[in-house]
């Protein structure tokens, strides 16, 4: 599949299957492999990576000549004449020539959008979903079928295509399955962790799959820490469009055993983490007159449970904070909400159960069944898929309609 006739990777000939004003692609580079992606609106339907030695020492003219990049795969219409965008299979190439270089062995990957109705993908004002087939439409030299371009409404651009999102705590969990969703529809996640060899390890993994991703070390309890990391982002990319301020622990004490240690460390690294990243951030969201934060809740910002005083304190004390930002923000476009989960089983969880067990004198099975998912509809966890949707949604809203509300994502335990 081409996007011009001069293409820099031999073989195959052009779109088929949907108009080539749609293809949003995206080229990295990074040491010996080439990192190719085909987005079409917010859907990321193709990844190629490709590896290759140039004869020449200097890489420049490799890169230049694949500045829009091309793939080749095989397009499919549907029987019945809906569109369709091909086939959802994977193909392995060797001996992929490219003009002015050496490369193989090479790999496309199809995602799982890949082969639907074009009325089926997750995008915004997609396309007519009605069926084509009482429809002229041009046929192609090789016979593929070519989607009219009347039947588009709108614009398919990702929905965060190029914006800057940092992410706190998002080498793994709740964090990690936020910084992934948001590379799927066209950000630049930058993962901020106190691990920064897990935090490299995500962006590496996100960059594996076509979209830019960028790893930095931050103490959010740090005041030195985190403004290095917000200006080591605005260095590199020059903007930051969304936080999300995520990064987490939890402790499972009495308050009569609880140590007043532990009781600072959470809230330091819950509230006063996330004053030091908003304050860090707003500066550059005022300047550009735009921005969102999204703050990482829990159901305990809004009740509470037994051996949780400081956890449930800080979880409180975040609505607090998003109401100020979202009042004082608002002259600059700058908007605040806060996404309330249910229990999610993530690390942090699993950690609790045996904890709470010990305490409550029960069993694990029990603290699962009759604390932790006893007052949700469906006896179900909230899944980081569920909470990583919802802190789009917040991030993603085009007025300040919502500024400093909240949104419970917990299977019906909390209802307001």
Request: overall charge positive; charged content about 25%; proline content about 5%.
């Amino acid at each position: 599949m081409y996007l011009d006739d001069d293409a820099p990777i031999a073989g195959g000939r052009e779109i088929w299957g949907f108009p080539k004003k749609l293809a949003s692609p995206k080229i990295a580079h990074e040491g010996d492999v080439v990192v190719c992606t085909l987005h079409y609106g917010s859907v990321l339907c193709v990844s190629v990576t490709m590896g290759f030695k140039l004869r020449e020492t200097d890489r420049a003219p490799l890169v230049k000549a694949l500045a829009r990049p091309n793939f080749m795969i095989k397009i499919i219409p549907h029987v019945a004449c809906t569109p369709r965008i091909c086939e959802l299979v994977r193909y392995y190439m060797e001996d992929v020539t490219v003009k002015g270089g050496r490369a193989g062995p090479a790999a496309i990957e199809l995602f799982e959008y890949a082969m639907c109705d074009v009325a089926r993908l997750p995008v915004r004002e997609a396309v007519s979903a009605n069926p084509l087939h009482h429809r002229p439409h041009t046929r192609s030299r090789r016979g593929g079928v070519r989607l009219p371009e009347r039947c588009v409404k709108g614009s398919l651009m990702p929905r965060f295509s190029e914006k800057v999102v940092i992410i706190t705590g998002a080498a793994s969990g709740i964090g990690k399955e936020i910084a992934l969703r948001f590379a799927a529809e066209g950000g630049v996640p930058v993962i901020a962790d106190l691990n920064l060899d897990a935090a490299d390890a995500t962006a590496r993994e996100i960059k594996a799959k076509g979209s830019d991703a960028f790893a930095v070390a931050m103490n959010v309890a740090d005041e030195t820490a985190v403004e290095k990391g917000v200006a080591d982002t605005m260095a590199k990319y020059g903007r930051i469009d969304v936080l999300v301020s995520n990064a987490a622990i939890q402790i499972v004490k009495p308050i009569v055993d609880l140590p007043f240690a532990d009781w600072k460390r959470l809230l330091a690294i819950h509230l006063d983490g996330a004053f030091l990243t908003t304050r860090a951030c707003l500066k550059h969201m005022y300047k550009a007159k735009s921005g969102s934060i999204v703050y990482m809740g829990s159901v305990h910002s809004k009740e509470a449970s037994v051996l949780k005083a400081p956890y449930v304190t800080a979880k409180h004390g975040l609505l607090g904070l998003c109401r100020v930002v979202a009042k004082e923000g608002a002259q600059y476009n700058v908007r605040a909400n806060v996404v309330c989960p249910g229990f999610v089983r993530t690390p942090l969880v699993d950690k609790q159960i045996p904890e709470q067990a010990k305490e409550l004198g029960i069993s694990e099975e029990d603290v699962i069944k009759h604390v932790m998912l006893k007052d949700t509809v469906d006896g179900e966890f909230t899944t980081t898929e569920d909470v990583a949707e919802a802190v789009l949604f917040c991030a993603g809203f085009k007025t300040n309609a919502l500024t400093g509300q909240s949104l419970v994502v917990s299977h019906g335990w909390f209802m307001e």
